[in-house]
Each structure stands twice: as structure tokens, then as C-alpha cells.
């Protein structure tokens, strides 16, 4: 992905940055297009929030001023400075010496390094040691020089565990129908209801499939026209 590009832009460097994208107007049935769908759903999935700041690119990234009038934030990219992790080391920004070492970077660069440690302290800093979820913290260790092998195989895993953990759409589709708010707590003891109120394996899973909307309902059978009426009869819509 990161070989390919859009309008000299590489693609890893639109990933988080919407507002890049839709300056771009990169068609979705493109290939370029291709790649950057499977990101958007992913995200979603796995609630990955502000914390995909940390992939936007300080040489393209669009709420970074400086790069718009300095080119030479687009030459760190051939030293490796790419995405704002890439200045990250063990949850602290790296010094000047540092990159220095590391990245080769000059001396006349120490002024686009400060407004780069600018930017990151006001905006990123506070999301550092919150990934947002098992898939970022995966991603955002992948993504880092001399990373371990496998990677398809842990991204896969990580999306996983993200939706196994995420119950969040369900808990709103019973908001949605019974119009009420359910609190986080609320909806912790709702989900322990089943393991706690019967030790027969039968009512817990018939239970579970309760709470999960497991069984389909009758609107699709019943509201073969009107699919928004509720099956109840009670004359609501929205009800699934």
C-alpha cells in the first residue's frame, strides 16, 4: 500500500485523514478506492476513533499547516519519518539528536522539528497509552521498523477480538425500539443476566439469544411491504 499513491500522495498517508481524502475525490470504485473502503469499515468495527491520527503523515497531513508551504517535510519520508508514530518511542517523542541518529536528519531541520513536536503535544500527546482497541494496538506495533512476521494473521485475530468485544449496536437497537437509554452499567448486568439466573446450559443460551436479538422477528414475514412497521402492531416504526 505504501508504494502506491494518488496524486503523488502515498496511500498509507490518506488512511485517517478524510478531509485529504475528500480534497483528493478519489473514486470508490477505483483501485485506489478499493483501499481505502476495507479501512473505513474496519475503523468502524473497531471503534478506532481519534487515535488514527497517529497514521496521518506530518508531510501531507492536512491539519498540519507547515507542510503546505515547506517541501522539505516530504524528504523525511525517504528517512523513514512517515506517520506521527514514526516519532514515538516507548510512549515519549523522540529528541532531536535522536532522529538525528536515526533518521539522518540535518541540522537546518531542527525548526521543522519543533513545529512537528508542536503539533503532536497539542493534538496527539493526550491520546498516547489509549490505542481505542486491540486492533490499533496491533496496527500501531505492526507498522514500526523491524516488526514481528505474521502480520496478516494478528490483524486478523485483532479484528476478531474487536467484534467479539463490541455489543455496543446491540445494546442501541433495543434503545431504538423500547426508547429509553441504557446505561453502561445497565447494560453490563444485562448481559450477566444469563450466567447468573440459571445453571441450566439450555436456558442460558436460549437466554443469551434473547439479549443478542439472536431470533429474527416477525416483521420480516409479517411486513413483507412496510419493513419499518413494528411486528408488535403497537403502530411505532423502527422497530427491528
Known sequence: IEGTAIRGIPIAALLSDHKLQEELQTPED???GS???PW?????ICRIGEVSKFLRWCAYDSDFTPNKIDNRFKTWVSKGLTNYYSFVHKGIFKSFEALQKDHGLEKEDFFRYLQVRHYFNKNLKDLLGRSGSSFMEAFLSL?????DCKIISKLY?????????NTEYIKKKWEKEMNVI????GWEEICQLPWVSTGSNTWQEFCWKNVTRFF??????????NRDACWRLCGFNGAD
Open 216 to 225: 429474527v422477528t416477525p416483521v420480516q414475514r409479517r411486513f413483507t411491504t
Open 30 to 32: 477505483s483501485i485506489s
Open 157 to 165: 485475530q485483532a479484528t476478531q477480538l474487536c467484534k467479539q468485544e
Open 40 to 44: 473505513q469499515e474496519i475503523a468502524k
Open 182 to 185: 441504557i446505561s453502561q452499567e
Open 35 to 37: 483501499f481505502l473502503k
Open 143 to 147: 507498522i514500526k521498523p523491524r516488526s
